[in-house]
């Protein structure tokens, strides 16, 4: 996952490009077989209420550990 994060930074650079940075991570961990979800939502509860949801960028699986993780997202090819 670093070198994949690293071969985007060295190209892209850092800055203000957020979005096209994270959509490049997700194409590198694609070609690399690394299973993720980009932009999970989870909704966030207080006191058994719903107070809103929280969106991540990036969540990365264990296959070994989740194998149903293999079908999230289209660009990930599994073995």
């Not at 006191?47 to 289209?74: M, N, W």
């Amino acid at each position: 996952m670093a070198g994949c994060a690293m071969d985007v930074l060295n190209t892209l650079g850092h800055g203000e490009l957020e979005k096209p940075c994270e959509n490049a991570r997700v194409m590198e961990f694609g070609l690399h077989g690394i299973p993720f979800r980009q932009q999970p939502r989870y909704s966030v509860e207080y006191k058994s209420a719903k107070v809103g949801e929280y969106v991540s960028d990036l969540i990365f699986f264990c296959l070994d550990q989740y194998p149903e993780t293999r079908a999230y997202h289209p660009f990930v090819k599994f073995r």
